[in-house]
């Protein structure tokens, strides 16, 4: 049981890493162009 909910919430912190980036990746491409 907890070791699902580990994964499931880390699982939440990869997912909020990548649109992280990809909105800061976004931002500075409005930017610079």
Known sequence: MF???LT???DL???G???LVNS???YLLALFT
């Open 13 to 15: 912190v990869g997912v």
């Open 3 to 5: 070791e699902s909910s």
């Open 24 to 26: 800061i990746t976004q």
């Open 17 to 19: 890493s990548v649109s």
């Open 8 to 10: 499931y919430s880390s």
